[in-house]
């Protein structure tokens, strides 16, 4: 087990690694990097200094590893916009409420999909089974962004009960957790669905019957811990589609998050604080896989090896 | 055993798959006769019809049946040129990404040894990272474009053709005409052509099938972000973010295109689903053998 | 329809009477198992013999209620366990039955134990009960792994499944069916998993385990072999009914009915090799086919036209040999 995290750590950090290269090697080869680290308005001056500063006239890999090694300690470098703020601490002040917003979706979506996800399998093919999978199959269909917009013009402007935006009680976060975790719902639901249908036609279940084993035993320790290995599976992808999530959705409410930072920095073409978020966002979403694989050999001892 | 496991199965593939694929053969139709459907310029509005409602509704006018957008340009006209756009993006992009990565899966597959250690290692590293923060930041750096917008969305899928292709190839690999094929003579680009590609490509199909309603979904996220299809082109994203403002005056300008792009969702999703128990392996290998 | 004859010493734990089982819905449904009848008595060992597909493991699903919902199965009969009828259970009562009652040991055994379990949780959880301390169910657990012939029993239990072999995973659902005592226990061709050696061992086991609790077996298989190796009665399925029965010698020595004959005859020979093992010609009716004649006639060689319009009743002779043909062959010729 020890030997498998740290297997996975060391994975962990090479990833980082060909992600930084790769947000470096774009932004020297899809633009100017001086004009990419300034603003419009800076001075010759500011622009001759960075330009010594990245050491352009050096060769490429000596930049690469002058950016890793600022990186690591740290720095990515100003904003481009008028307060020339480190964009490391612009990133992490917004964390904290991307963090909870994010929280908040996982935990919705585990706690309505895989309840609706066993239901729909235990009523196979009821009425409760169609309509469990008519809302998975609407449910990923729909485009996030356009799903906040609906659902804040409902509760909020039609109805009044929650409000458009804003950031710090609970009643603002219900708009946007319940926005972001509509899609996982619904695949969780359908996961689980399919699953724990697998599992209780399964040779184990049949046994564990055999064995005379009381059915609330048999469905809930033998099918269930199994149906939740693929779930499991399935959370790297959730993580994936929250980052998308993320940007759209904290746009929409007004989130004062990372995402919207990162809609503010596409605004601005501020490249060095797009940069930072992509890094730090890439780095929590990396986590959190390592977090899932290492439940996952926890609840699996088939992955252990 | 045919037990209890060989009892009759209700089959609706074939119900499910003639629905979705007529409504896509709709979708397809309206968007390649775009120009002689829509009733108006979707590039060019009337400023004295600004925000006029669904013809249905009160104030409507029957010259625009889904009413019209902030500059007068009417919303339905502007859907049909945008399910061009948006399809075009899709189908491009799901192609390049296909092309690309079922090429390097059925190459790996079919040589294997290092040649398929390292090919998978990269596939598996890119599966590792979060593509679409690289497309955001393309965005920036390259600012939106259609032809960057196509390759990017391509270069986040294409990992994922190139597992199946992978996996299908070293499953075809072991039928014996490959081996018949080999030790004709024939060299390994044509082997791969003639005799791979065509046995793996259901699959390929299937999930390129699947792949198109993720991309526009992905596709009007990042129009809908500005970093995805510039305007003036009418893509579904766009159109929603340009009715966002006014969604509390008039709804009818982000709802539509919304709705649009869940249909075409579904229908790709279903589609895919269909041809999928059409092409069910375990029915194709009986029939084979 | 036939009747198995019973062992006139002893009353039987298990009477099957009449079960038949029919899949799908009432206008188009198509009878998989036809009036089956046969009982067990206490450690006796009957085989149950015939090819893929005759409705052997759909008969002992049945017997067990584990014949998967979805498969819309209508059950029909009586199948009494100690004078209860285990059709006629509530769904409630089944847990109490399939352990200590009834069991069985289902085909494949890889994938018949739980990957996430260890083999203790699976072994011990069968041995849960009032009054009984973890302690003592580990002791019990250990007991019961050595009874099925496993080797270091205690490291074994905190294993998973993925970490023994073939053959140790059959002998540990083995102990795991049989931890409560059970009465009867079925073994569907358990051991087609395994390779032959492995497999000899394995019918070994389970005749150890017999002697020691006096259960009564009944052994589901389509070789003939192994029902000479291990059963004391046989009873030949074909196409949903049983066509012969008897004692293993009798019905070995001389088959009366042409299926039977022919199924032997398939076996291969132990003192020469043949190119080619003679095999029955044609193929199972598909179920639901032949419904008011005989299911073997299309096959059989001795066939003519009653045998196409009637089905054969079971007629018993005074060695309880029970055979169901309208021309049976004669008595004693055999080989």
Not at chain 1, 175 to 178: D, G, H, I, K
Not at chain 2, 17 to 20: E, K
Not at chain 2, 67 to 70: E, H, K, N, S
């Given at each position: 087990?020890?030997?498998?995290m740290?297997r996975?750590?060391v994975?962990?950090?090479?990833?980082?690694?060909?992600?930084s290269?790769?947000?470096?090697m774009?932004?020297r080869a899809l633009?100017?990097?001086?004009?990419l680290?300034l603003s419009?308005y800076?001075?010759?001056?500011?622009?001759?200094?960075?330009?010594?500063?990245?050491?352009?006239?050096k060769p490429l890999?000596?930049?690469?590893?002058?950016?890793l090694?600022k990186a690591?300690?740290g720095d990515?470098?100003?904003?481009?916009s008028?307060?020339r703020?480190p964009?490391?601490?612009?990133v992490m002040?917004?964390?904290p409420?991307?963090?909870?917003?994010?929280?908040?979706?996982l935990?919705?979506?585990?706690?309505v999909g895989?309840?609706?996800?066993i239901l729909a399998?235990?009523?196979?093919?009821s009425?409760?089974?169609h309509l469990?999978r008519?809302i998975?199959?609407?449910?990923?269909?729909v485009?996030?962004?356009?799903l906040?917009?609906?659902l804040?013009?409902?509760?909020s402007?039609?109805?009044?009960?929650?409000?458009t935006?804003g950031?710090?009680?609970?009643?603002n976060i219900v708009?946007?957790?319940?926005t972001m975790?509509?899609?996982?719902?619904?695949?969780?639901?359908?996961?689980?669905?399919?699953?724990?249908?697998?599992?209780?036609?399964?040779?184990y279940v049949?046994l564990?019957?055999?064995?005379?084993?009381?059915?609330?035993?048999?469905?809930?320790q033998?099918?269930?811990?199994?149906s939740?290995?693929?779930?499991?599976t399935?959370?790297?992808?959730f993580?994936?589609?929250?980052?998308?999530?993320?940007?759209?959705i904290?746009?929409v409410?007004g989130?004062?998050?990372?995402?919207?930072l990162a809609?503010?920095?596409?605004l601005?073409r501020?490249f060095?604080?797009?940069?930072?978020v992509?890094?730090v966002m890439?780095?929590?979403f990396m986590?959190?896989?390592l977090a899932v694989?290492?439940?996952?050999a926890?609840l699996?001892?088939?992955?252990?090896? | 055993m045919?037990?209890?496991?060989?009892?009759p199965v209700?089959?609706?593939?074939?119900?499910q798959?003639?629905?979705?694929g007529s409504?896509?053969?709709?979708?397809?139709a309206?968007?390649?006769?775009?120009?002689?459907?829509?009733?108006?310029?979707?590039?060019?509005?009337?400023?004295?019809?600004?925000l006029l409602?669904?013809?249905?509704?009160?104030?409507?006018d029957?010259?625009?049946?889904l009413?019209?957008?902030?500059l007068?340009?009417?919303?339905?006209?502007?859907?049909?040129?945008g399910?061009?756009v948006s399809?075009?993006?899709?189908?491009?992009?799901?192609m390049?990404?296909?092309?690309?990565?079922?090429?390097?899966?059925?190459v790996?597959?079919?040589f294997?040894?290092?040649?398929?250690?390292v090919?998978?290692?990269?596939v598996?590293?890119?599966?590792?990272?979060?593509?679409?923060?690289?497309?955001l930041?393309?965005?920036?750096?390259a600012?939106?474009?259609?032809?960057?917008?196509?390759?990017?969305?391509?270069?986040?899928?294409?990992?994922?053709?190139?597992r199946m292709?992978?996996?299908e190839?070293l499953?075809?690999?072991?039928l014996a005409?490959i081996?018949?094929?080999?030790?004709a003579?024939?060299a390994?680009p044509?082997?791969?052509?003639?005799?791979v590609l065509?046995n793996?490509?259901g699959?390929?199909?299937v999930?390129?099938?699947?792949?198109?309603?993720?991309?526009?979904?992905m596709?009007?996220?990042l129009?809908?972000l500005?970093v995805?299809?510039p305007?003036?082109?009418p893509?579904w994203?766009?159109?929603i973010?340009?009715?966002?403002?006014?969604?509390?005056?008039?709804?009818?300008?982000?709802i539509?295109p919304?709705?649009a792009?869940?249909?075409?969702?579904?229908t790709?999703?279903l589609?895919?689903?269909?041809?999928?128990d059409?092409?069910?392996p375990?029915?194709?290998?009986?029939?084979?053998? | 329809?036939?009747?198995?004859p019973?062992?006139?010493?002893?009353?039987?734990?298990?009477?099957v009477d009449?079960?038949s089982?029919?899949f799908?819905?009432?206008d188009?449904?198509?009878r998989?198992?036809d009036?089956?009848?046969?009982s067990?008595?206490?450690?006796?060992?009957l085989?149950l013999v015939g090819e893929?597909?005759c409705g052997?493991?759909?008969?002992v699903?049945?017997?067990?209620?584990l014949?998967?919902?979805?498969?819309?199965?209508r059950?029909?009969?009586?199948?009494?366990l100690?004078?209860d009828d285990?059709?006629r259970?509530?769904?409630k009562?089944?847990p109490?039955?399939?352990?200590?009652?009834?069991t069985?040991?289902?085909?494949?055994?890889?994938?018949?134990?739980?990957?996430?379990?260890?083999?203790?949780?699976?072994?011990?959880?069968c041995?849960d009960?009032?009054?009984?301390?973890p302690?003592?169910?580990?002791?019990?657990?250990?007991?019961?792994?050595?009874?099925?012939?496993?080797s270091e029993?205690?490291r074994?239990l905190?294993?998973?499944?993925?970490?023994?072999?073939?053959?140790?995973?059959?002998?540990?659902?083995?102990a795991?069916?049989?931890?409560?005592?059970?009465r009867?226990?079925?073994?569907?061709?358990?051991?087609?998993?395994?390779?032959?050696?492995?497999?000899?061992?394995?019918?070994?086991?389970l005749?150890?385990?017999?002697?020691?609790?006096?259960?009564a077996m009944?052994?589901?298989?389509?070789d003939?072999?192994?029902?000479?190796r291990i059963?004391?009665?046989?009873?030949?399925?074909?196409?949903?009914?049983?066509v012969?029965s008897?004692?293993?010698?009798t019905?070995?020595?001389?088959?009366r009915?042409?299926y039977?004959?022919a199924?032997?005859?398939?076996?291969?020979?132990?003192d020469?090799?043949?190119?080619?093992l003679?095999t029955?010609?044609?193929t199972?009716?598909?179920?639901?086919t032949?419904t008011?004649?005989?299911?073997?006639a299309?096959r059989?060689?001795a066939?003519h036209?009653?045998c196409r319009t009637?089905i054969?009743?079971?007629?018993?002779?005074?060695?309880?040999h029970?055979?169901a043909?309208?021309?049976p062959?004669?008595?004693?010729?055999?080989?």
């Open positions: 087990m020890l030997k498998y740290l996975r750590c994975e962990m950090a090479g990833a980082m690694l060909v992600m290269l790769l947000v470096f774009l932004g633009g100017d990097p001086v004009s680290l419009d800076a001075t010759a001056e500011d622009r001759a200094l960075l330009t010594q500063e990245l050491g352009l006239d890999a000596v930049q690469y590893l002058t950016f090694s690591l300690r990515l470098g100003r904003s481009i008028a307060d703020q964009v490391v601490d612009s002040r917004r964390l409420a991307s963090l909870q917003l994010a929280a908040a979706a935990l919705v979506s585990l706690l895989i309840p609706l996800g399998a235990l009523r196979y093919d009425w409760i089974d469990v008519g998975a199959l609407v449910g990923q269909s485009p996030v962004f356009w906040g917009i609906v804040m013009f409902i509760f402007v039609l109805l009044g009960w929650l409000p935006s950031y710090g009680q609970l009643r708009l946007p957790a319940a975790s509509l899609f996982s719902i619904a695949a969780v639901t359908r996961l689980t669905r399919n699953s724990m249908r697998e599992a209780l036609d399964s040779d049949r564990a019957r055999i064995k005379g084993l009381a059915e609330s035993r048999v469905i809930w033998h099918a269930l811990s199994n939740l290995v693929p779930v499991l399935f959370m790297g992808t993580f994936a589609t929250m980052i998308t999530g993320a940007v759209v904290e746009t409410f989130w004062p998050g990372i995402g919207r809609f503010e920095a596409i601005a501020d060095p604080l797009m940069q930072a992509v890094l890439t780095a929590l986590s959190a896989n694989d290492v439940l996952q926890w699996d001892p088939r992955v252990r090896l | 045919a037990g209890p496991a060989g009892a209700k089959r609706t593939a074939f119900g798959l003639g629905i979705a409504i896509a053969a709709v979708m397809v309206c968007a390649l006769l775009a120009p002689l459907l829509a009733p108006h310029d979707p590039y060019v509005g009337m400023l004295a019809d600004r409602p669904p013809s249905w509704l009160d104030g409507g029957v010259r625009y049946l009413g019209t957008d902030i007068g340009r009417d919303v339905l006209s502007r859907l049909l040129y399910a061009r399809l075009l993006v899709a189908v491009a992009a799901v390049l990404a296909g092309i690309v990565g079922s090429t390097i899966g059925i790996a597959g079919y294997g040894g290092w040649l398929d250690s090919l998978m290692r990269i598996d590293l890119v599966v590792s990272l979060p593509m679409i923060l690289i497309a930041l393309v965005g920036v750096i600012g939106p474009s259609l032809t960057n917008i196509i390759i990017i969305i391509g270069f986040v899928l294409w990992s994922q053709f190139a292709a992978r996996a190839t499953r075809v690999r072991q005409f081996d018949l094929a080999r030790s003579g024939l390994a044509r082997i791969m052509l003639e005799h065509p793996i490509a699959p390929l199909l999930l390129a099938t699947l792949q198109v309603g993720t991309v526009i979904i596709e009007a996220s129009s809908f500005g995805g299809v305007p003036p082109a893509a994203g766009t159109l973010a340009d009715g966002r403002s006014y969604v509390l005056s008039a709804w009818w300008i982000c539509f919304g709705l792009i869940i249909t075409t969702v579904m790709a999703n589609l895919g689903d269909g041809l999928a059409r092409l069910d375990a029915r194709k290998a009986g029939g084979q053998s | 329809m036939t009747a198995s019973r062992s006139p010493q002893a009353t039987p734990v298990l009477q009449g079960l089982v029919d799908g819905r009432a188009d449904a198509v998989i198992v009036e089956v009848s046969f067990l008595a206490a450690g006796e060992t085989g893929s597909g052997k493991s759909t008969t699903l049945a017997l067990l209620r014949l998967p919902p979805r498969v819309s199965a059950v029909s009969g009586t199948v009494k100690n004078g285990l059709l259970l509530p769904e009562a089944l109490a039955v399939r352990g200590r009652g009834i069985m040991i289902p085909q494949n055994p890889m994938t018949s134990l739980n990957p996430l379990f260890t083999i203790g949780r699976q072994l011990e959880e041995l009960g009032p009054g009984v301390s302690a003592r169910r580990r002791e019990l657990a250990i007991e019961q792994l050595r009874a099925v012939g496993i029993p205690e074994r905190n294993q998973f499944p993925h970490e023994l072999s073939g053959g140790m995973r059959q002998r540990v659902v083995g795991c069916v049989t931890a409560r005592s059970p009867v226990l079925i073994a569907d061709e358990p051991t087609t998993a395994l390779d032959a050696t492995v497999q000899v061992q394995y019918l070994d086991m005749k150890s385990l017999q002697a020691r609790s006096g259960m009944l052994f589901v298989t389509h003939i072999g192994v029902v000479a059963c004391d009665r046989i009873a030949v399925m074909y196409a949903g009914r049983i012969e008897g004692k293993v010698d019905v070995l020595r001389s088959p009915h042409w039977t004959r199924l032997i005859d398939s076996l291969p020979p132990l020469r090799q043949l190119d080619r003679p029955i010609a044609g199972l009716p598909r179920p639901g032949i008011e004649a005989c299911r073997f299309p059989c060689p066939a036209d009653k009637d054969p009743p079971a007629v018993t002779d005074t060695d309880g029970v055979v043909c309208w021309t062959r004669e008595q004693g010729s055999g080989q």
